[in-house]
């Protein structure tokens, strides 16, 4: 090999040092968050039913990964605004602003929806929630996460989810 195919190699390989890591620039996946919170809630009756709005502030913590930009093991802090809605006949009507900042500080916003279960203590139920992007490493992500919540005593919350994403 002459000089010059030598020198094209070694010049394309330090090039491959230069770009972001393959993992990086994965296109799809799929991660499993815990989230713990602690609600304040405001409920009035409305309508012959109730309304109930408030805040959800806790943490996100990603406990399986199939890569970035999600990483196993690392927590975040997550914040919700809550509305939700229950006719008289007890059905929930929930939909719920979330966003999730890392350390960072790259923030995902998601949007959960539920109409199953309730959300007094012992209660819960399953949703879905809809990745909507974010802010730096986030920024371009898209999917969905089917998610169960259970409503504890003390004004606390679990909600655990299996979430698969995408990049356009």
Request: glycine share 14%; aromatic share 8%.
């Amino acid at each position: 090999m002459g000089f010059r195919n030598v020198s094209g190699t070694a010049c394309a390989m330090s090039m491959l040092l230069l770009l972001p890591n393959a993992a990086d620039a994965q296109e799809s996946g799929s991660f499993r968050i815990l989230q713990s919170y602690v609600q304040d809630y405001t409920t009035i009756e409305h309508a012959g039913g109730t309304v109930t709005a408030g805040t959800l502030v806790g943490t996100s913590t990603v406990t399986e990964s199939s890569g970035p930009p999600f990483a196993e093991g690392v927590t975040d802090i997550a914040k919700c605004l809550v509305y939700v809605r229950t006719p008289r006949d007890g059905a929930v009507e929930l939909e719920a602003a979330c966003t999730v900042t890392d350390g960072a500080g790259d923030e995902m916003y998601l949007l959960a929806r539920r109409r199953d279960g309730s959300i007094a203590a012992g209660g819960g139920g399953a949703g879905v929630f809809e990745i909507l992007g974010g802010t730096g490493k986030y920024a371009d992500v898209s999917g969905e996460c089917p998610y169960t919540t259970q409503y504890h005593p003390e004004d606390h919350a679990d909600v655990s989810g299996k979430c698969t994403w995408q990049r356009p």
